[in-house]
Every structure is written in C-alpha cells, then in structure tokens.
Nanobody
Framework: QVQLVESGGGLVQAGDSLRLSCAAS????????MGWFRQAPGKEREFVAV????????SYADSVKGRCTISRDNAKNTAYLQMNSLKPEDTAVYYC????????????????WGQGTQVTVSS
C-alpha cells in the first residue's frame, strides 16, 4: 500500500510558477507509475501528467503541454509537478495518484490518491 501527501499549492498570479510535490510512504515507490490530476469546482477530475516508474516515460494533457514538467526522485519517494506560465484556468485542486502497470489518463485506473492541494491562479 502507498500513502500519498501533496504539498506546494497556493495562491499565485497569472504567469507565475509553482512546484507541487507528492511524498509517498513505503519502500515500493519506485515500482509505481505516478500521475497528477486536477479537479476544478463543478468539473470532473482530469488528467494532467503521468510518469513511468523509472522516469523514462512522461505524458501530458494538451492543456498543460509545454508549461508543466512531471518528474520524480525515487531516492526521496517523491514526485513533482513543475507548473510555469500559470493561467486562471489552471485553478483547481491538484491530486497525485499511483498505480502499477501501463500509463493511463483515466482516474479510475489509479489505486492510491493523495488528499489534494489547492492551486488558485488570479488574473
């Protein structure tokens, strides 16, 4: 089992940057694929980015491609989401999630979730 805790959210202005962190418990972090998702009020949870267990594969939603970078440090049991050039439409609660197996953009495919961290971007 994996427990995930996100941090790094906050209130920023359009054009600013944030780095979200996802700290995982357990000794098997390096065997899990990690994903970032977000959910805005009144909307469904949506895929943001995913990284393979070794970090060799990454994929991004079109809405964040070129502005966000997902990474991980398996020695620290931590995954990251660097977000640049933030826009008001990026405002949401951001969640990290873990699963074993092939990369997926579907929230239902993930087994473990953090509690989320709020990102608010003002115009």
């Amino acid at each position: 089992q994996v427990q995930l805790v996100e941090s790094g959210g906050g209130l920023v202005q359009a054009g600013d940057s944030l780095r979200l962190s996802c700290a995982a418990s357990g000794r098997t972090f390096s065997s899990y694929l990690m994903g970032w998702f977000r959910q805005a009020p009144g909307k469904e949870r949506e895929f943001v980015a995913v990284i393979s267990p070794t970090g060799g594969f990454t994929s991004y939603a079109d809405s964040v491609k070129g502005r966000c970078t997902i990474s991980r440090d398996n020695a620290k049991n931590t995954a990251y989401l660097q977000m640049n050039s933030l826009k008001p439409e990026d405002t949401a609660v951001y969640y990290c999630a873990a699963r074993r197996g092939l990369p997926s953009q579907a929230p239902a495919a993930y087994d473990y979730w953090g509690q989320g961290t709020q990102v608010t971007v003002s115009s």
